[in-house]
Nanobody, 122 residues
Framework: HVQLVESGGGSVRAGGSLRLACAVSGYTRDTFCMGWFRQPPGKERERVARIDSDGSTKYTDSVKGRFTISKDNDKNTLFLQMNSLKPEDTAMYYC?????????????????WGQGTQVTVS
């Protein structure tokens, strides 16, 4: 079965950078959409970015120009490069995956989730 394991979270000053990674294993088909979500303290989980099997990407407005989602197919790893971090980026970050790629991928469209990695910006 599909397993996702995030890493790379931590504490950073505003304006700093972090790179999150998500190691993926167990997927059996080429069509595979992946995304990053985050859940700030006391708030609902929200979309951050997605990348489809053809490499196309989408971002939520609040992170455009600062975050970059990418993947290394050889290493089966998803990345989220986060630059110019702000205190409002503080959240638990989760990677997610789905064999179904829709025009809009909401939280419930993803069948597989990692355990999360904490990002704190002060």
């Amino acid at each position: 079965h599909v397993q996702l394991v995030e890493s790379g979270g931590g504490s950073v000053r505003a304006g700093g950078s972090l790179r999150l990674a998500c190691a993926v294993s167990g997927y059996t088909r080429d069509t595979f959409c992946m995304g990053w979500f985050r859940q700030p303290p006391g708030k609902e989980r929200e979309r951050v970015a997605r990348i489809d099997s053809d490499g196309s990407t989408k971002y939520t407005d609040s992170v455009k120009g600062r975050f970059t989602i990418s993947k290394d197919n050889d290493k089966n790893t998803l990345f989220l490069q986060m630059n110019s971090l702000k205190p409002e980026d503080t959240a638990m970050y989760y990677c997610a995956a789905s064999y179904t790629c829709l025009a809009t991928m909401n939280l419930w469209n993803y069948a597989y989730w990692g355990q999360g990695t904490q990002v704190t910006v002060s």
